[in-house]
């Protein structure tokens, strides 16, 4: 088995969630550095950007750090369960996403 050596090769559309003020890493510029990246070669993506977000943006909004917290996993559950219903086309039937089509770039401000 061998593993994809850059973003060009994951030939599958990829979900990216960032917050730009996370402590860990610069996942807001990194994610739309790959966004950028992938939408060059004509690759699907997602990538939600959260500006005023931290680490630890994933997940159903459950039990939340913060009020913030709430607010971005709450945008962010649904987005993600929206992207994997068209990409697996589930319930709506439409034709899936074919390489060549971004998924629109959503930065917010939380």
Not at 73 to 86: D, E, H, N, Q
Not at 94 to 107: D, E, F, I, M, N
Request: include cysteine; hydrophobic fraction near 40%.
């Amino acid at each position: 088995m061998s593993f994809p050596e850059t973003v060009e090769d994951i030939n599958e559309p990829v979900f990216l969630l960032a917050g730009g003020r996370d402590p860990v890493w610069d996942s807001g510029i990194m994610a739309a550095n790959i966004a950028k990246t992938r939408a060059d070669v004509g690759l699907v993506t997602e990538t939600l950007i959260f500006e005023h977000a931290g680490h630890g943006l994933s997940g159903p909004p459950q039990n939340p750090k913060s009020a913030s917290s709430t607010q971005v996993k709450a945008a962010t559950w649904p987005a993600l369960l929206a992207f994997l219903s068209v990409i697996f086309n589930i319930e709506s039937k439409k034709t899936p996403r074919k390489a060549g089509r971004s998924l629109v770039k959503r930065q917010f401000c939380y």
